[in-house]
């Protein structure tokens, strides 16, 4: 990643983990994040985990150059989307998709885990974001 590239621009992005509605954060919990290649095929792009607060580190990801986004008539959008998947044991896993990322933007995803019953081992959460803005 040149970050010197005229062509490119780039955003941060980090997850926070939490369960009951905010009030404990979750430890330990690993966080993908899958970008798509030219072809369409999913890569990862980072495997993040997060801390005792429930945070994980913010990372730069590409996003689209910042001048396309202020050229009037512009067929670009002005972000870049990731999936981003977090798994705990005990809990659901979550996967979220299309996660907007802004150029010299800082987005903060904030994720509410749902334990899992004593009876179940475990199922998947999917979460489309269908185009809504992460939190800033």
Do not use: C
Request: charged share 15%.
């Amino acid at each position: 990643m040149n970050k010197n590239d005229p062509e490119r621009s780039y955003g941060k992005f980090g997850v926070r983990a939490f369960a009951a509605n905010s009030a404990y954060p979750v430890a330990n919990a690993l966080v993908i994040v899958r970008g798509k290649k030219a072809n369409g095929s999913p890569t990862t792009i980072a495997v993040l985990e997060t801390d005792e607060s429930g945070k994980t580190q913010i990372i730069t990801l590409e996003t689209p150059p910042k001048s396309l986004s202020l050229s009037p008539g512009s067929d670009i959008p002005p972000y870049s989307l990731y999936d981003v998947e977090i798994t705990h044991p005990g809990f659901y896993s979550i996967i979220t998709r299309d996660v907007q990322i802004y150029p010299d933007t800082t987005s903060i995803l904030p994720i509410n885990m749902l334990p899992l019953p004593d009876t179940n081992s475990g199922s998947n959460i999917i979460i489309n974001s269908g185009g809504t803005a992460p939190n800033l």
